[in-house]
């Protein structure tokens, strides 16, 4: 379907639009928590991979968590009101666990939401605040009134324990 | 593998935006230099991938999917399709712009050297004007038959008659102005009279009546360029003057 999408094949795109646009729009709303915002990235999102199909390779991990982890970054932007900070080039994935398939993307996506239920509150809280509303960890630490070393182990602890959820 | 430890937790905030200061560029230098280090980013990402997928809510309204088709249908495609499918000589119009475009960047260039030239002549002609009307004033001083002519002498002298000669010899100019002169008997003319450094013989220079105040001024008469001049004179003649002078002379210097 990229290689459509980079014939300018339009009807790949809507194709494309509608199976990941669900993701790529909870993710930015998630972020934004405002419709209007969560709908400018979703068109700046399928915008610049119509624009720039070559920036996304296929060796380097599967479009659905791609357009999800470029929705995140651009809500954040939005949400910080600043400038793009992260080059699409840049962004590589890697993931061990099998995503290609519906099924298994059920799957995994259920290891995971048992694994953040299952760490404790305030590590699962820290790496929400990071991830999902772009604090950095000075912010965290004043926020949570924690020490920054500790909210650096925590998030990383968190982000493993994901990782290991989809191990298992 | 999870990367140099020292670097572990920064690289995983770094992974999500949240590391800060000087520890952002001690990441990046790092990463530039450990593959294993930047494998470990890789898996990052796909952690916060995984975490992104997580995400569920509302569909997008239907306004959102109008709104990008389009705006597709409003974005060129991909450049690089173009040329990929293009013949070349659909791409004719754009060599031909690119050709008109340096075309104009010449003419332009031309035009901004003609405009300084332009700029150049303009210039030089506003001087050589100031310098005419200031020549042409000093003419009309000069030949203005209502202008006060006061020649000075020494106190109680009673005054003589006077002449002043300028002349350039390298290009025949001349300039004589008399003052006091005595009125001309009928049929009778002043003539004045150049005097060469070589050979004896008078040359005839112009010849001219005083106004009834006795001045008189003879300007750039027709002469013989590179004649160096060691006398002028004037005399009295003939109406329409002589050959040669005839004595006594009225004026003399050298």
Known sequence: ?168 | MTGHEQFAEDLALYALGSLEGEAVNSVERHLEECAACRQELARLEGDMALLALTTSGPAPPQRARQRLLKALGHEPRSLRTVFMRRRWWTLAPVFASLVLAVFAILLWRENARQRDRMEALRADAARNQATFEEAKHLLALLTDPSAMHVTLVAAQSKPQPAGKAIYMPGNGALVFMASNLAPLAPAKTYELWLVPMHGDKPMPAATFKPDPQGNAMVMMPPMTAGVEARTFAVTIEPEGGSATPTMPMVLVGS
Not at chain 1, 73 to 88: F, N, S, V
């Open chain 1, 1 to 168: 379907m990229i290689a459509r999408i980079r014939c300018g094949d339009q009807d790949a795109m809507a194709e494309l639009y509608d199976r990941y646009s669900p993701l790529v729009y909870a993710v930015a709303l998630r972020v934004l928590a405002e419709t209007g915002a969560a709908e400018d990235v979703l068109q700046e999102v399928f915008m610049q991979l119509w624009r720039h199909p070559a920036n996304f390779d296929v060796r380097r991990g599967g479009l659905g968590p791609w357009l999800a982890v470029i929705a995140r970054h651009r809500a954040i932007d939005a949400l910080r009101k600043r400038r793009p900070q992260t080059d699409l080039e840049d962004v590589v994935i890697a993931i061990e666990a099998d995503l290609e398939g519906a099924a298994e993307r059920t799957r995994a996506v259920e290891k995971v939401r048992a694994s953040l239920h299952a760490m404790p509150d305030n590590q699962r809280k820290a790496l929400e605040m990071a991830f999902f509303e772009g604090m950095t960890h000075t912010e965290i630490a004043a926020q949570t009134g924690e020490p920054l070393g500790t909210v650096k182990t925590r998030i990383r602890a968190a982000l493993m324990a994901l990782r290991r959820a989809l191990a298992v």
